[in-house]
């Protein structure tokens, strides 16, 4: 395991960037709390905002450590879009790089020269995969870890089982892993590092949180859903993905009824493939939330998950 996390964590998990909900308010919060906390890079924007978004995480990370040297905060991620369509890509590389962003979490592609950019400032790339095949690739081209992206989970999402998925990357692969898809618990937590998992990679509980740069009602929506309020679909952003059923039927679409939509209509930069937008008309969500109930504070959600963590040891075992 890197040592970047030694001391750090206070649970082995990352919190997800997602799409407009991620903002320096939520990783900050995911932080001090004693996760990783992400965001996206595209959005910072205009462009230029990165910059700021960038120095404000750091100094107040920086401010909480002084503060706490006993709990220091964990490390943060930005997530960058590799996906030809991303015509940020190289400008919002070269602020990462300006700042020594310690982990880089590449989607939608991946490319050796983007790995050496960041091991050459000393940071981490984790590449999210939807397969043994892309996997393999991501690895082949220089990252240092992987994130599982299995059955169930929010936003884009594969359709793999967590438990074969991380059973087959283990007998290659003896880098980190993080596992994304339906955890919602502590227990869920615990049951990825049973399988092998490194870190569990949380999104959807983190959007009905305090911190979150949410729509009430989008909050509101995580807590009131069940699994089968989840739709998987692909006409949003040309890639296939998850999101509530009850925000399509909102934005005049029929959830049970969609049509496909063409891959090559992909474009990240500008959120979107189709008239209503993924992520700010249609929201994304995945398989766990029906374990949300409520709206908390981040911190009083992780401290949630340590406990039910902490607990969820099999009595066989001692």
């Not at 964990?74 to 997530?79: D, S």
């Not at 220089?142 to 999402?157: E, N, Q, R, S, Y």
Request: charged share 20%.
């Amino acid at each position: 395991m890197p040592s970047l996390f030694s001391g750090r964590l206070r649970l082995p998990a990352f919190g997800a960037p997602m799409f407009i909900v991620s903002t320096p308010d939520l990783v900050i919060a995911q932080c001090k709390a004693g996760i990783v906390g992400s965001f996206p890079a595209l959005n910072a924007r205009p462009a230029a905002l990165l910059d700021e978004w960038l120095t404000r995480i750091q100094d107040e990370l920086a401010a909480h450590d002084a503060a706490h040297p006993e709990r220091p905060s964990a490390p943060f991620a930005v997530n960058q879009i590799v996906h030809r369509s991303n015509n940020r890509l190289d400008h919002d590389l070269e602020v990462c790089a300006r700042h020594r962003v310690p982990i880089v979490i590449t989607s939608l592609g991946a490319r050796p020269e983007l790995n050496q950019a960041v091991h050459g400032w000393g940071g981490l790339v984790f590449h999210d995969v939807i397969n043994q095949a892309f996997a393999h690739k991501a690895v082949e081209k220089g990252a240092d870890g992987l994130i599982l992206v299995a059955a169930g989970a929010g936003g884009h999402a594969g359709t793999l089982s967590p438990f074969a998925f991380v059973a087959e990357t283990r007998q290659w692969f003896d880098g980190p892993i993080a596992l994304s898809g339906a955890i919602g618990t502590g227990r869920a937590i615990r049951a990825a590092r049973v399988l092998g998992a490194d870190f569990a990679y949380i999104g959807s509980p983190f959007i009905a949180t305090v911190e979150a740069n949410a729509p009430a009602a989008y909050k509101q929506m995580v807590v009131d859903a069940s699994a089968e309020d989840i739709v998987y679909s692909n006409l949003f952003t040309g890639v296939l993905g998850n999101y509530l059923k009850p925000s399509i039927r909102a934005a005049g679409l029929d959830p049970d009824h969609l049509p496909q939509a063409d891959p090559s209509t992909m474009n990240f930069s500008s959120g979107g493939a189709s008239e209503v937008k993924a992520w700010r008309d249609i929201w994304g969500a995945g398989q766990g939330v029906g374990c949300v109930k409520e709206i908390l504070p981040v911190a009083e959600f992780v401290g949630r998950l340590k406990r039910d963590y902490d607990a969820a040891i099999d009595p066989a075992l001692g």
